[in-house]
């Protein structure tokens, strides 16, 4: 089956430090993969999107992503975190369909 | 630019009661539409989407319906509302297969 699985449902990292929030998919098909970032009581808000064309993607607000097709991976990044990131992330996967697959998400703590 | 519309942002219902919540599209024509229940400290549960008008599409099986009497609109309703429905309920748009979806900012949804 399709699918998405994040890693850790909650990471704590310091201000200043890497941000490594973990994605893998499963698919037999290409996919296209997306993060998106949810502020308390907020709807989701796109990061970015990775949709065949580089593999290293880069997003809003300083975060970026790499698509690694031999680990069946799409990782977000951020070299260093400030405490307006603290939030909800989510990973999502679209094949050939109109649906997404998304990930049950990632609560990210900042610690000043 | 397009903007997606959702209300009301919170809800307290009796259980038994009915529900409607009304999402709109502004700024693009004939998008995928979605509805989406996020239960606390959990992922997103697809429950409808909708390519067209009058095209509803059920993910999981329960009292609630949907509806796209327009072709930006698109209607969430239950005739009786059961506990289990408090949630925070997400629409969503995107203009196709695997694009990004858009969200509006949400729905509380508590049920006494």
Not at chain 1, 24 to 32: A, G, L, R, T, W
Not at chain 2, 56 to 69: D, G, T
Request: aromatic share 12%; with cysteine; hydrophobic share 35%.
């Amino acid at each position: 089956a399709q699918s998405v699985t994040q890693l850790g449902s909650h990471v704590s990292v310091s201000e200043g430090a890497l941000v490594l929030l973990r994605c893998n998919y499963s698919s037999s098909v290409p996919p296209y993969l997306f993060w998106y970032v949810q502020y308390p009581n907020q709807g989701l808000q796109l990061l970015l999107k990775y949709t065949s064309a580089a593999t290293l993607v880069k997003g809003i607000n300083g975060f970026e992503a790499e698509f690694k097709k031999s680990e069946t991976s799409f990782h977000l990044t951020k070299p260093s975190a400030h405490m307006s990131d603290a939030a909800e992330y989510f990973c999502a996967v679209s094949y050939t369909g109109n649906q997404f697959y998304f990930g049950t998400g990632t609560s990210l703590t900042v610690i000043p | 630019s397009q903007t997606i519309h959702q209300w009301p942002a919170t809800l307290v219902q009796p259980v038994g009661s009915p529900l409607s919540l009304e999402c709109t599209v502004e700024g693009t024509s004939n998008p995928n539409l979605y509805w989406y229940r996020q239960a606390a400290g959990r992922g997103l549960q697809l429950l409808f989407y909708s390519v067209g008008i009058g095209q509803i599409s059920s993910e999981v099986p329960q009292n609630l319906s949907a509806s796209r009497p327009q072709d930006r609109q698109f209607i969430l309703s239950s005739k009786k509302l059961l506990l289990s429905d408090s949630g925070f309920y997400l629409c969503a748009w995107s203009a196709g297969n695997n694009q990004p979806q858009h969200f509006g900012d949400g729905t509380r949804l508590s049920i006494l």
